[in-house]
């Protein structure tokens, strides 16, 4: 599972070099947001990825945090990026500032319910397949160190659930109204890929998680292109006879 994680981390990278390429292209707010977020997901299959190579202790703990607070911070953007790929996309109704607003304060919102976990969340280690890696919640059998051990704390996944249903749903408004595909199929795939416990027990989710990046860049690449600049009118001329 170590190497899958690898190939992830280097598939969002190269996601992340797409998103920057199209932000320096068009300029658009969806694509800055995506930005931070797009970063953490390259660092997170990265530190999974080599978490049996760095072993448990300090080094994996302390590296480890990152990943978590990008979650609590970061890991629901995508909400508010949906709002400016809609607009941008043309959608007549997303044209006023409600929809764009909404996102806004659901963001703000949901990082208000997840500020406590900066302080009340710790990581424990857990050793599943070939992966080492530091976590939240540990059912028994995962511990690394205690085979009986569990513990199940306030954090959750109701912050990127509710950005996976703003993404399938924004997919699907871009299906119909620009017969646009990609955003609802990586979106469902995410959702998929963590919903079925046979794909979650094989760590496929974090393909979904690529897959739910492409659908939201490419859409991003696609819709939210630059206004190009009106050419000003020189200055009148007059002839002399």
């Known amino acids: ?41 390259v660092y997170d299959n990265l530190i999974v990825g080599i978490g049996s190579a760095i072993g448990l ?35 007549r109704w997303a044209q006023g500032p409600w929809l764009v607003g909404g996102c806004l304060a659901l963001v703000a919102g949901i990082t208000a319910m997840e500020l406590p976990n900066f302080w ?12 080492v890696r530091y976590t939240t919640t540990i059912t028994p059998g995962q511990s690394c160190t205690d085979p009986a051990f569990s513990i199940e704390q306030r954090d959750n996944p109701l912050a990127v659930i509710i950005a996976n249903f703003v993404a399938i749903i924004s997919g699907g408004i871009l299906l119909h109204a620009r017969r646009f595909p990609w ?21 496929a989710d974090c393909i979904g998680e690529a897959l739910i990046s492409a659908g939201a860049i490419w859409s991003i690449s696609k819709f939210c292109e630059r206004p190009k600049a009106v050419p000003r009118p020189g200055p009148l001329r007059t002839h002399s006879a």
């Open 1 to 41: 599972m170590s190497a899958q994680f690898l190939i992830v981390a280097a598939l969002q990278t190269a996601l992340f070099v797409w998103l920057v390429q199209t932000y320096r292209r068009t300029g658009a707010i969806a694509a800055l947001i995506m930005l931070l977020p797009q970063l953490f997901l």
């Open 183 to 203: 955003l609802l199929i990586g979106s469902a795939s995410m959702l998929l890929t963590a919903a079925i416990p046979a794909l979650r027990e094989i760590k």
């Open 57 to 91: 202790g300090d080094l994996l703990y302390f590296l480890s945090w990152p990943r978590f607070w990008a979650h609590w911070l970061s890991g629901y953007w995508l909400i508010a990026a949906c709002g400016f790929i809609l607009r941008d996309a043309g959608v």
């Open 120 to 131: 009340t969340v710790d990581l424990f280690p857990i050793c599943q397949a070939d992966l």
